[in-house]
């Protein structure tokens, strides 16, 4: 299994970007995939994941409303539209994934990084004030 995340790079306050998770080598309607994010000095903290098996998506408090992930199962891709960038969203960003088989309705329960088996190289996001 291999994840390449792209789509950083510097934005204003207030700007958006689309980040971009490149899967291969996985059966994707059987993986959870999500998004998660590490700033200078800060531990990781997941933020979103999405299982298209079932179409279910789950965010974390701090980015609701204002980051929408999605997936395109037929180019294996996961996205993370990020909009109404602040600041503090300045960080490395990472896609990571989690073998769930054929369950469903379990994306909540995984998106945590404890749950991931595969990642990807960060990509980052740095927001000017």
Aim: hydrophobic share 35%; with cysteine.
């Amino acid at each position: 299994v291999q994840l390449q995340a792209s789509g950083g790079g510097l934005v204003q306050a207030g700007g958006f970007l689309r980040l971009t998770c490149a899967a291969s080598g996985m059966k994707f309607d059987e993986y959870v995939i999500g998004w998660f994010r590490q700033a200078p000095g800060r531990e990781r903290e997941g933020l979103s994941c999405i299982s298209s098996s079932d179409a279910t998506t789950y965010y974390v408090n701090s980015v609701k409303g204002r980051f929408t992930i999605s997936s395109d199962t037929a180019q294996n891709t996961v996205y993370l539209q990020m909009n109404s960038l602040k600041p503090e969203d300045t960080a490395d960003y990472y896609c990571a994934a989690t073998s769930i088989g054929t369950m469903r309705g379990v994306v909540k329960v995984v998106c945590n990084e404890d749950r991931m088996d595969y990642w990807g190289k960060g990509t980052l996001v740095t927001v000017s004030s």
